[in-house]
């Protein structure tokens, strides 16, 4: 058994490095393509990628990266696949900040309000592909990216000086500022502030971890993702967990926004970021719906995005980073299926000589071919 | 029935010398001789997993061979894929079809092998062409209608054409009639006739005896992945094949003593299951399991089998009442109803008993997601999961290295093996089988079948559904015939044979074959997958085309039939007028007015 643990992670170990030379290869060809050199544009990011400031930055987004992918992934888990995670957050940050600038509270308590506020707003909107997936039979993708476009309409109305915005300063449509004691503390370091919702991201990965491999709940979420049949047979009501999934889901969106609010930005403004929804997507198929994976893939990300910034100094089109992003998270959905495949032959040989060898002392073989 | 003169009878068509083929840790082929007369229709029988497949898909250019060789036509040949053997006109007819319902018969023989250039289909030239085909080989196939409008036999042979239609010389058909009802196989005897008389050279694949005997020049048993033997089918008896394809004794599934016990443990009374369009699959069912019972249920398969199970586990809308013991089910889910006590082993295992890739320990789990020791409370409790289901690999022989394999893995028989441990863990008051032992290897059915008897001894009630009559004869304290979703008569399985049960599940009263020429005096077995071992008169033969066309009234349609006493004892089928054999009524529709 424990040279089979020993293998297993030998093989857990094959495939990401396998994926990333892959990966480094043909961004290197796309480089050379364009007429620059692979080397040099590395050892740029690379020197960049390493300066404290750039590694807070990293950080920093890889926070939200890692809330994003962690969304997708509960949904992945059970073949749900989730699209909707950019509007969930959109419209989630935008209520929970407007409760954060209107509530009266003390600080601390404020903030688990808007977090709070958040999360059921995200569930909620969520919940919404949920339902007509389970009454109406909508395929999620189709309703998910719909309330994508919905969401973002709603906020854009709602986001009126006549409605729940102000203006502050310049042109800037806000939404009612949060007051300063329910800034969230960041972790201060060399380079800058860490956001202090890196912790509740962490505390996520874990519940995330312990929800699917612990608990019932996510035995029943993993056996409909692996065969919906099975685990209808085997007592799973399918509706049910489709709603649980997509709340949790959308919950899970609903924070998002909040490294951002919390600790930056304090308000919903226009400029309120967007696109970290679909990021998510690709991080969790990177981190292969692991929570430790997604947390290295959200590192890698994030870090690619930001060493890319030195690039246009450099003369090299930035943009060669959006290749590179791509290009790993093609290598890794390819490398892992090849490792995949060859674990499962290669328990099935194990298998074919425990046959054997039983068979030889019990003269009854069994000659099933695969 | 015998070795027709054809034509080119010294000739060879196929010639294969020593193939042997390795997949990870199995040898699916090894070995494998065979010689096939150019003309002739020649069988190549084994059991499920006997490498049967393998070797086709070899001889298709599916799969390469590790060692040996393949002659065509004298020539030897080296085929990389199937359009390879296509070229040499070998064609392959599949088990499951492989045609687009919203095409024509027309289109869908063209698709791939167009004909015209230059981006023009010349449909006329098609046309002509299918029209040659389906007259000189008597196929009589329509092309303009659309695929959906067709039946399985129509479809069968639009496959058969598409393949001629590529210049297709040696056919090889894959298990061609499991999705055939038996008028259907006549006809496609037929088809096959006309083809070997019009010179073309047939493989047929099966595992079922009376059929292979019934329409193959020559028979090739192959057994563990080699072949054993060639017959002649005139020199052999289904029996004899059977025991060739399975290597020695036929194991027998009887029980005999009798270890039912007053309390009722399944109550089922009206049960009722409609389909989407409201018609009723299963219809106005009732039965009762008693303690240490085996009810068996004999049908031709889609006769509300696999419904009736499925509305008892609650996996189905159903109206009618579903007690056990003394607890009403009617209104609980399936997770309730698996905790009240009942233990499910589904007809498809792949599907809806596994979780494929899930390793062994995470399958125990399955099904008893809140039943100890899988869990405490909200938790999974992996240790005590793990410990259970090493007792279960151990103590039902399941052959694997540990539980951390996946389920995929194993083979067929030995995921049998861990599904039934696992639904007898925890002491089940019900057990529902469906087909237990359908597809696994002979030692796999005989401990399948020591474990049933086993839990039927301590108390156990089985509620079991098998396509395998010596398997449900042997098995069964008590058998219902269930036919177009309705129980029909009662069986004794202490003096029932499976021709009698035969005739009875087709409703085709006084229909049935002769038996075999063994038949008579012969011990009852169960060859596995074999099913109908004992002669042309059981299993498929036997419903002579009842379930296509429904007689009248048959001659001894009894008005006095209605649900009788289960474990009631009595000759041969109770309900029949008379103790003869076949003559249990009929059609239900004339019995159905014939009720209060």
């Given amino acids: 058994m424990k040279r089979f643990d020993l293998e297993r992670i030998g093989l857990g170990l094959a495939a990401p490095v396998l994926a990333l030379i892959v990966a480094a290869l043909l961004s290197s060809i796309a480089l050379v393509i364009s007429g620059n050199s692979p080397l040099h544009t590395f050892n740029a990011m690379l020197n960049y990628g390493t300066q404290p400031e750039t590694v807070v930055q990293t950080i920093n987004k890889a926070t939200i990266y890692y809330l994003s992918g962690l969304a997708v992934a509960v949904g992945f888990r059970m073949n749900l696949f989730n699209i909707g995670v950019d509007g969930q957050y959109q419209i989630a940050a935008f209520f929970a900040a407007v409760v954060g600038g209107w509530l009266l509270l003390p600080g601390p308590l404020l903030i688990i309000v808007v977090v709070l506020v958040a999360v059921v707003v995200g569930a909620l909107w969520a919940g919404i592909a949920a339902v007509l997936k389970v009454t109406r039979g909508v395929s999620e993708v189709i309703s998910t990216i719909m309330l994508n476009v919905i969401g973002g309409g709603i906020v854009a109305y709602l986001l009126d000086p006549h409605r729940l915005g102000t203006i502050v300063g310049t042109q800037q449509v806000t939404t009612k500022p949060m007051p300063a004691d329910a800034y969230l503390p960041g972790i201060p370091v060399k380079g800058g502030e860490i956001y202090g919702f890196v912790i509740v991201a962490i505390a996520c990965g874990i519940a995330y971890w312990v929800l699917l491999g612990r608990t019932r709940f996510g035995f029943d979420l993993r056996a409909t993702g692996l065969s919906e049949t099975a685990a209808v047979a085997s007592g799973v009501s399918v509706r049910k967990m489709v709603i649980r999934t997509m709340l949790i889901s959308g919950g899970i969106a609903g924070l998002v926004g909040m490294p951002l609010l919390l600790g930056s930005s304090h308000a919903y403004a226009q400029d309120f970021p967007t696109g970290y929804g679909f990021s998510g997507i690709a991080i969790a198929l990177l981190g292969r719906n692991n929570p430790i994976g997604i947390a290295l893939g959200a590192l890698l990300w994030s870090f690619l995005e930001q060493s890319a910034q030195i690039l246009d100094l450099e003369g090299v089109p930035k943009e060669i980073v959006t290749i590179m992003q791509g290009v790993t998270v093609l290598s890794v959905v390819i490398a892992y299926e090849l490792v995949r495949r060859f674990s499962l032959a290669q328990q099935q040989r194990r298998v074919g000589a425990e046959l054997r060898a039983s068979a030889a002392t019990a003269g009854t073989g069994e000659g099933s071919p695969a | ?596």
């Fill in chain 2, 1 to 596: 029935m015998t070795s027709a003169p054809a034509p080119a009878r010294a000739t060879i068509a196929v010639q294969l010398r020593g193939i042997t083929k390795r997949f990870p840790g199995v040898v699916a082929n090894r070995d494998i001789d065979i010689a096939v007369r150019a003309g002739t229709v020649h069988a190549i029988v084994g059991e499920n997993g006997a490498g049967k497949s393998t070797l086709m898909k070899i001889l298709y250019g599916m799969q390469k061979p590790d060692e040996g060789s393949i002659e065509v036509d004298g020539r030897p040949v080296n085929f990389s894929s199937p359009a390879d053997a296509i070229a040499a006109g070998i064609g392959m007819v599949h088990q499951h079809f492989m045609l687009a319902d919203n095409l024509t018969v027309l289109e869908n023989v063209v698709l791939g092998a167009e004909p015209g250039g230059f981006g023009r289909l010349d449909f006329r030239a098609a046309r002509r062409r299918i029209m040659e085909i389906s007259d000189s080989y008597g196929l009589d196939v329509q092309p303009d209608r659309l695929l959906e409008e067709l039946g399985v036999g129509d479809r069968q042979r639009v496959e058969i054409l598409k393949v001629l239609y590529r210049g297709a010389r040696i056919l090889i058909l894959d298990e061609p009639t499991a999705v055939l009802v038996p008028q259907e196989v006549d006809e496609l005897f037929g088809n096959l006739q006309e083809l070997k008389s019009e010179g073309i050279t047939i493989l047929f694949i099966s595992h079922k005896l009376d059929e292979v005997l019934a329409v193959a020049d020559e028979i090739t048993v192959v057994r563990r992945g080699t072949t054993v033997a060639t017959v002649l089918p005139a020199d052999v008896t289904a029996r004899r094949l059977a025991e060739l394809m399975v290597g020695g004794e036929l194991p027998s599934p009887e029980t005999r003593e009798s270890t039912v016990r007053p309390e009722v443990v399944l109550d089922v009374r009206g049960l009722t299951v409609r389909a989407e369009e409201g018609r009723p699959v299963v219809d106005d069912v009732s039965l009762t399991i008693h303690a240490g019972e085996v009810l068996g249920v004999a049908g031709v398969e889609g006769n509300g089998q696999a419904e009736l199970v499925d509305a008892i586990i609650g996996l189905r809308p159903a109206t009618g009442t579903v007690r056990l013991g003394d607890r009403d089910l009617t209104d609980l889910n399936t997770r309730r109803r698996r905790e009240a006590g009942i233990g499910f082993i589904p007809e498809d295992r792949q599907r809806q008993g596994l979780l494929l890739e899930a390793p062994l320990w995470e399958n125990r789990i399955l099904g008893h997601q809140s039943q100890r020791p899988n869990v405490t409370g909200p938790w999974i409790d992996r240790a005590g999961a793990r410990a259970d289901t090493e007792r279960i690999v151990r103590e039902y022989d399941v052959r694997t290295p540990g539980i951390d394999v996946a389920a995929s893995a194993l083979s067929g028989g030995n995921q049998q093996k861990l599904i039934v441990g696992r639904e007898m863990s925890g002491d089940p008051v019900l057990l529902l089988a469906a087909h237990p032992t359908r597809g696994v290897d002979v030692g796999a059915q005989a401990q399948i079948w020591d474990a049933l008897r086993t839990a039927r001894a301590a108390g156990l009630a089985v509620l079991l559904i098998s396509a395998d009559l010596d398997e449900l004869i042997g098995l069964s304290d008590t058998i219902e015939v269930i036919l177009r979703g309705r129980m029909v008569g009662t069986a004794d399985p202490r003096t029932v044979t499976p021709e009698e049960l035969g005739s009875a599940m087709t409703g085709a009263g006084g229909t049935a074959e002769p038996a075999g020429p063994d038949r008579a005096g012969a011990p009852r077995h169960a060859a596995g997958t074999v099913a109908p071992a004992d002669g042309a008169g059981s299993g498929r033969h036997a419903a002579g085309g009842g379930d296509a066309v429904p007689p009248d009234s048959g001659p001894g349609a009894d008005p006095d039939l209605d649900t009788p006493l289960p474990g009631r004892q009595g000759p041969g089928l109770t309900g029949t007028g008379t103790t003869g054999t076949g003559d249990l009524a009929n059609d239900p529709d004339v019995r159905g007015e014939e009720r209060p």
